[in-house]
T-cell receptor, first 112, second 116 residues
């Protein structure tokens, strides 16, 4: 079973910030939080990952709570092309031999 | 960045025939590759883990004789669906583990298999 909990769907207005929450209360100390997204009929696309500190890249920001039991992915200025299913996944930083366990994700719909 | 190329992007085959799907790492060596299956409106489910030069390991409930995996080189893994049936119709996606310390995993663009 996936070790994360996400809302099944969210709407966001184009141009606004999209904030996607994720609960991972059973995360272990050396597990990272990964975010991927999947646009319809494509393979998942890496967005961002983090361990303890907040992270930012050209796509998004990741805010991890101090107790690491939850996180929020922020798309600062959502566009229609950001409509996708967003997956929050916990796992090891490429060091594990296991594949990723995907939950059901959040279907983010950007409204014009 | 690390890129995985998956081919074909879609295929239609007749029941009882076999289909091969290729997954290539283009700019890095992939010691480990993963194969996922995704049914409509569902999430990705890990089918098997493919290690270069050794036998693949399959997740519980996945028939290893039906889904043949070969990882003969550091840049190529193949998944062959043998004696395909309509219930094998699905979206198949490969993934490669990027080197430790990086972001971990990169995915192919997927293969839509339709068995008629």
């Amino acid at each position: 079973d996936a070790k994360t909990t996400q809302p099944p769907s969210m709407d966001c207005a184009e141009g606004r910030a999209a904030n996607l929450p994720c609960n991972h209360s059973t995360i272990s100390g050396n597990e990272y939080v990964y975010w991927y997204r999947q646009i319809h009929s494509q393979g998942p696309q890496y967005i961002i990952h983090g361990l303890k500190n907040n992270e930012t890249n050209e796509m998004a920001s990741l805010i991890i709570t101090e107790d690491r039991k939850s996180s929020t992915l922020i798309l600062p200025h959502a566009t229609l092309r950001d409509t996708a299913v967003y997956y929050c996944i916990v796992g090891y930083s490429g060091g594990g031999a296991d594949g990723l366990t995907f939950g059901k994700g959040t279907h983010l719909i950007i409204q014009p | 960045g690390a890129v995985v190329s998956q081919h074909p992007s879609w295929v239609i085959c007749k029941s009882g025939t076999s289909v091969k799907i290729e997954c290539r790492s283009l700019d890095f060596q992939a010691t480990t590759m993963f194969w996922y299956r995704q049914f409509p409106k569902q999430s990705l489910m890990l089918m098997a883990t493919s290690n270069e030069g050794s036998k693949a390991t399959y997740e519980q409930g996945v028939e290893k004789d039906k889904f043949l995996i070969n990882h003969a080189s550091l840049t190529l893994s193949t998944l062959t669906v043998t004696s395909a049936h309509p219930e094998d119709s699905s979206f198949y996606i490969c993934s490669a583990r990027v080197e430790p310390g990086s972001y971990g995993y990169t995915f192919g663009s997927g293969t839509r298999l339709t068995v008629v």
